[in-house]
């Protein structure tokens, strides 16, 4: 779920932070590559390569998981 570019208390960051958070909170990866995606031209470029190392954390202790089981 992207937040409403027109919500004038929002920014496009704190919108990226969201959608960042939710991913973290579920799980799913996917989130954050919609959120790169959708924010790549709107943000600081840091902010993206943040998010590619959470996401790619993510990927880590996924496979982490498989190799447990």
Known sequence: MIIDESDENDTFIEQFLYEIDRSIETG??????IAVKNYINKIPFSYIN??????????????EDLNLS
């Open 28 to 33: 799913n990866g996917r989130i954050i590559e």
């Open 50 to 63: 943040w998010a590619n190392n959470i996401l790619n954390q993510l990927i880590i202790e996924k496979i």
